[in-house]
Every structure is written in C-alpha cells, then in structure tokens.
C-alpha cells in the first residue's frame, strides 16, 4: 500500500508537471459543473487533462502535449477519431437537407435501419432508434416486461448497460455483496427485489438462478462480449444455453451489443454465434460519432410499443426529441456502410493490432518478473478481437467472468485502475482500464510507441512495487 502511494505520488507529480494548462481549466469547470465535467470515468484522479483536437489514433491537450488513444469516444471510434470518411460526408451537409434538427421524418433512418437489419440478417425484426444505450436497454427491458406480463431482470453480474432502474444492481464488485449490491440511491427497493444476477459463462450457475426464478423473470440481458465486465467473449456453450433456457422458460433473450456491435465482424457478434436473440441493442459507433442507439428485435415485441394497445399494456417507447436526428443518422449509415464494405481490410487489421497490444503488453511486463493478463482476446468464435484489458493477477486466475477481473482479492484493482493509468499518461498514451480498443488508424508506429510507455511502466513497478 504504501509502495503503491509513493509510486503514485512520483506519478501525478509528473502528470502536473506536463499538464498546468488543463489543471486552470479544469479548476474552471469545477466552479460550475459537479466533479467538473459529465461523466465520471473522464474525470480521473487528480484531474483529466482537457483536449483542444483529435485525429486518427491521436489526442492533443492544452499544453501541447500528445496521447495515443485506447478509450476512442468510449470505443464508439472503430476508424479513429474524426475519420475521413465521416468529415466527408459533413462537408456535404447543408442546413437546408435537415443537418440541424428538424423534427419530421427523412429517408436517412430509413437507410440505417435496412443497413443494419440487412448485416443482422434475422427475419421478421424490426428497428427503433433512440439515441443512447441507456435508453435502448431501459427500453428493452421494459418491452420485454410488456411481452412477458413479469417483472423480474435477470442479469450478468458485471454487466453494464446504463443507469437505468431495472439495470442499477450488479456492476461493480464490492468485496462484502460481490455483484450483489445496488449500484444507485434512488432505485426502489421493490425494483432492486426483482433485479437478479448470474455469472457470466457459467451455464450451471444460469440453469441454478432460472430453475429458482424462470417463472418471474421476463428477460435475460447479456453482453455476448462483456465490455467493462472485463472484454471477455462468452463461450458458445454458454450462448447456446442462455438461448434454449430462455426459450424453455418464456424468458425474453436481450443481447446488449453497445461494445461488440459491428465491433467484430460488420454485423452483431451474435451472427458469429449463429444465434438470434428476441431483442438487440446497439449503441457507440452505430452512430458515426453521434448520440445514436438501438433497439432491434422481433417484430411481435417491438410491437408492444405500438400506440394502438392499451396504455396497461404497451410501453411508452415512443418520444424523444431528437430520436432519428438526420445528421445523426446520416453519418451511422456512412459508419456502417464503410465497416460493410470494407469489412476485409478492416477487421483484420484491428484484430492483428489488439492481438500485437495484448501478446506485448504481457512481455514487457513479464520481461520484469510482473505476471500480466491480458483479456480481450476471442476464442473459437470470435476469432480476432482489437479489445484489451490489462489485469495483474494475483492468484491463479481463468478470466472468464467478470469477478476475475474485478475482485480484488483475485486482480490487482487499484494497480491497473490509478498506477498504470497515470504511468501511461506521462508516457503518451491514454488507456481505460488498463486497455481499450485499437481503432483501424492506430498503425505499427503507435504501437511501439505503446509498447515503449508500458514497458516504461513496468520498469516502474518493478522499482517501486515488486
Ligand atoms: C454494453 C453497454 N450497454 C449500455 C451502455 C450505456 O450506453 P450509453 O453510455 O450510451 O448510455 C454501455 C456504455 O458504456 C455499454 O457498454
């Protein structure tokens, strides 16, 4: 403990050093923003640093200073940051064709909708946008309730799919509760009641809660790649089951595909595992860098939100102000029409790089006698994967569920989350959770200068920690 605050205190007086600027303006934001700024995860310890452009792989501050980028709009930036294919077609906007909001409907949704539904490639399902993944999942969640007549969620622990009600238990791991523990103040007690969690990847563990429960649960939502959890894949198997154990119990099968979606492959990962969920949300870089998301699914639940029904029984998933947005959706098509076309060049590429960043990582680090794991590779099905997350075991550990990565009697939390997070901002490179995604603009010249920084950080430890 003590080794570790040393550390960090050589750390973040490197990190002040190279950042002056952005400690003004952040001392700014935080006269009239709580925490200054909007989403915590940006605003890291002691203070982020506050960026004036991006391009490609790259971040620049307001003291000049230079970051590769691992986070890429929270992984919604699979072609790098302001790719030329999407600042091509804004230069083609013009406010008379709706690139500010109207607020009638347009041809562009239209032409995102068949795009997707055409890459998902399931019959008889049908789209709704809205325009984040919160939204899509609450809605999910709530269509499901209408389909089924229950109440009850079944989810992963370690599942994250926004801040809403149904969904606030269960993300993060707390060394009492484990993934037991209400995530939010404000979440009724009677809806925590209703929330119920199971591991990711064990089938027995999922037979056990739905043998107890199938018949109050109306849905069973599932990362089939888990992002925060810990990037990693579900086995077939496991899919396999969820599928028939839904089907067995009447339970609706919800895969939330915010992070893998057109991540993979230019489709849902589901299509790798041959397997058609009764709902799907999509989110982050469906959008082309807008606020864009998705729930599709099959038409006979999607209908529940119809205005026909009885307001008992349909969910009101029907507003949204700027729900569909032209420009929105107009550079979602760009996004996914580029990933489709360019499908071969693309997902290779990035899978070879993450492959590169996850085998390298674990060598420099353990080059210095520091075991390192690195999550985010595929498996039998998902067979290349541009995620990765750094974990430093501390047993021995599978990482096949989201405890492994996040209990701290099992991983070294704190080392990944604040140490190696600074170490590698004073070297240039900006990580999430220890990692995060290779765009298709990180080239082999990024990577060894990533290579370099953790390998740097390693030498760090090794001084200071091991
Ligand atoms: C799997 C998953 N679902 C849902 C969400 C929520 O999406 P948003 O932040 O757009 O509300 C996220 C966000 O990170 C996510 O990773």
Same mark, same amino acid.
């Given at each position: 403990m003590i080794k570790i605050d040393k550390l960090l205190e050589f750390l973040e007086a490197q990190y002040r050093k190279k950042t002056k600027k952005s400690l003004q303006i952040y001392r700014r934001a935080q006269r009239v923003m709580v925490q200054g700024g909007s989403h915590s995860l940006r605003l890291f310890s002691p203070y982020p640093f506050i960026i004036t452009r991006a391009k490609g792989p790259m971040v620049y501050d307001f003291d000049r200073n230079a970051y590769i980028d691992y986070w890429q709009g929270h992984y919604a930036n699979i072609l790098g940051h302001n790719p030329k294919v999407l600042t091509d077609e804004f230069k083609r906007f013009s406010l008379e064709d709706g690139s500010l909001h109207t607020g009638f409907e347009g041809e562009s949704q239209i032409k995102l909708a068949e795009l997707l539904l055409k890459q998902l490639g399931h019959k008889d399902y049908r789209i709704r946008f809205t325009t984040s993944g919160t939204l899509a999942t609450m809605y999910a969640v709530m269509l499901s309730q209408a389909y089924t007549g229950r109440d009850g969620v079944l989810k992963i622990g370690g599942g994250w799919h926004g801040a809403s009600p149904y969904l606030l238990k269960g993300v993060k791991y707390y060394p009492q509760a484990g993934f037991e523990q209400a995530e939010s103040a404000g979440v009724p007690k009677e809806i925590l009641r209703k929330i119920f969690t199971t591991r990711f990847n064990d089938g027995d563990d999922l037979e056990k809660v739905l043998w107890r429960k199938g018949s109050e649960i109306a849905c069973l939502i599932v990362e089939p790649f888990l992002g925060v959890g810990g990037f990693l894949a579900a086995s077939q198997e496991y899919l396999d089951l969820a599928r028939a154990l839904t089907e067995k119990y009447g339970i609706v099968l919800i895969f939330d595909e915010i992070i893998s979606g057109f991540r993979f492959c230019p489709s849902g990962v589901q299509k790798l595992y041959g397997i058609e969920p009764d709902l799907s949300t999509f989110g982050k870089l469906i959008g082309?860098?807008?606020? #864009?998301?998705? %729930?599709? @699914?099959?038409?006979? /639940?999607?209908? !529940? *939100?119809?205005?026909? &029904?009885?307001?008992?029984?349909?969910?009101?998933?029907?507003?949204?102000?700027?729900?569909?947005?032209?420009?929105?959706?107009?550079?979602?098509?760009?996004?996914?029409?580029?990933?489709?076309?360019?499908?071969?060049?693309?997902?290779?590429?990035?899978?070879?790089?993450?492959?590169?960043?996850?085998?390298? #990582?674990?060598? %420099?680090? @353990?080059?210095?006698? /520091?075991?390192? !794991? *690195?999550?985010?590779? &595929?498996?039998?099905?998902?067979?290349?994967?541009?995620?990765?997350?750094?974990?430093?075991?501390?047993?021995?550990?599978?990482?096949?569920?989201?405890?492994?990565?996040?209990?701290?009697?099992?991983?070294?939390?704190?080392?990944?989350?604040?140490?190696?997070?600074?170490?590698?901002?004073?070297?240039?490179?900006?990580?999430?959770h220890g990692g995060g995604a290779a765009s298709a603009a990180h080239e082999e010249k990024h990577v060894e200068q990533t290579i370099a920084a953790y390998s740097e950080a390693a030498r760090l430890f090794k001084k200071y920690l091991y």
């Open positions: 082309g860098g807008h606020a #864009v998301s998705a %729930v599709a @699914g099959k038409s006979e /639940i999607l209908e !529940k *939100c119809l205005p026909q &029904g009885s307001a008992k029984l349909r969910v009101l998933f029907e507003g949204g102000t700027f729900s569909s947005h032209t420009q929105y959706m107009r550079a979602g098509y760009v996004m996914l029409k580029s990933l489709a076309d360019q499908a071969s060049r693309i997902y290779p590429k990035i899978a070879a790089t993450g492959e590169n960043l996850r085998r390298r #990582v674990e060598e %420099v680090f @353990g080059d210095r006698g /520091i075991e390192v !794991k *690195c999550t985010g590779d &595929g498996n039998d099905v998902v067979k290349g994967s541009s995620l990765f997350m750094v974990n430093f075991p501390l047993k021995r550990v599978r990482y096949t569920s989201a405890e492994d990565v996040w209990n701290p009697a099992l991983s070294h939390v704190r080392l990944k989350e604040e140490v190696l997070k600074l170490a590698l901002l004073t070297e240039g490179v900006h990580v999430v």
